[in-house]
């Protein structure tokens, strides 16, 4: 009968370790899966500034538009940042709408004005845009 043997050192060796292609593949893996890790990262950072900007331009623009209403600021043209708010900033644009089609008792008393409020956010290109109208009475009265 005839016996194999087999040397233990290179049996034990050869078993012990990877080869170099299943050390080239998993770093592949791996590495596919932190680029794909590092896009969702992204992706959620891009959606959370989004999402707070949705949350806190209607706000400012509110409280922008209630400026005006109560008649603490003038009525012009303008642009600025906001001073609690500071990356968002607002332009303002406003013009004389006129009434056509409407029969108005004392048309010469009433004056409607469009205002066009536009909020962004400083380096991104988010824009909240808000268009009002503010009816006027020439009298003194608004």
Known sequence: MVQYTTNKYLSYKRNSGFTLLEVMIAIAILATA???LLG???????LATETAFQLEAPILAATK????QSNLA???NKNGTFENAPAYNWNLEVETYQ???LEVADNNNVQLKRIK?????????YTYNLTYYHYLNVSGDS
């Open 40 to 46: 969702t990262q992204a992706r959620t950072i891009s």
């Open 74 to 76: 003038e009525l012009i």
């Open 99 to 101: 009434l056509t089609g």
């Open 117 to 125: 409020l536009d909020i962004s956010l400083t380096e991104t290109n």
């Open 34 to 36: 932190f680029v794909t």
């Open 65 to 68: 538009l209630a400026e005006y």
